[in-house]
């Protein structure tokens, strides 16, 4: 099982950029997807995570300007972010609750996509 991550880039402050991370590899099913970030001599935090049903939780940081969704016949999570400001800057690293065909389940997680918010 694999989380391919992307969507990151530079934007200035008060822009918008849409975040996705696919699921691929041998999968039965997907429960809880998430988007964490980290941000330079920070610890990892979770930003936003969402049930397979679409119960959305936000970190307070991000509420009204965060939105996660996906989409579960493509096995993507998205995290569309607007209003962006300089301190949302860090990479951004999507996990998922995986119940693979053939082994126990676990939590995956993507590469990280960097994304950079000039003010």
């Known amino acids: 099982v694999q989380l391919q991550a992307s969507g990151g880039g530079l934007v200035q402050a008060g822009g918008s950029l849409r975040l996705s991370c696919a699921a691929s590899g041998s999968i039965f099913s997907i429960n809880a997807m998430g988007w964490f970030r980290q941000a330079p001599g920070k610890k990892r935090e979770l930003v936003a995570d969402?049930?397979?049903?679409?119960?959305?939780n936000y970190a307070d940081s991000v509420k009204g300007r965060f939105t996660i969704s996906r989409d579960n016949a493509k096995n993507t999570v998205y995290l569309q972010m607007n209003s962006l400001k300089p301190e949302d800057t860090g990479v951004y690293y999507c996990?998922?609750?995986?119940?693979?065909?053939?082994?126990?389940?676990?939590?995956?997680w993507g590469q990280g996509t960097l994304v950079t918010v000039s003010s």
């Open positions: 996990n998922a609750g995986v119940q693979p065909r053939l082994s126990a389940p676990q939590v995956y």
């Open positions: 969402i049930t397979r049903g679409g119960i959305a």
